[in-house]
């Protein structure tokens, strides 16, 4: 039998059966924790992009904390946040998870260096 190239997905799917069902329960696991933090993302995205989505999600909120924000009255769904820069920016209909991702990581480096 022949292989794909080292590194390919293929090649870790045919030595892995099961990677394509982790990948997604992967993929179902963070876009639920992204739910939770009020993100709207679907668990059919990639679970890469999700978990870098997830990444940038965290450090937006640590350096609100930093700033001395409260997560709670500064969620996305809230009507009167404590500030409004400190609710995470929301996505865009036609926007695609890579360019949201950069924005967040952006608007938590904006806020970390307002320290």
Known sequence: MHL?????????????PHRRQER????TEISGRLLQKGVEVSADEDA?????LLSAVELFENAV???GGDLMVNMPSSTDPQ???FVLPPRTADEDLT?????????AKQLAAEV
């Open 83 to 85: 500030n409004p820069e």
């Open 4 to 16: 794909p190239p080292d590194g390919s997905e293929l090649r870790n799917e045919m030595l892995d």
């Open 48 to 52: 890469a992009q999700l978990a870098d």
């Open 99 to 107: 360019a949201y991702i950069r924005r967040i990581s952006d608007a």
């Open 65 to 67: 904390i930093e700033r």
């Open 24 to 27: 997604a329960d992967a993929a």
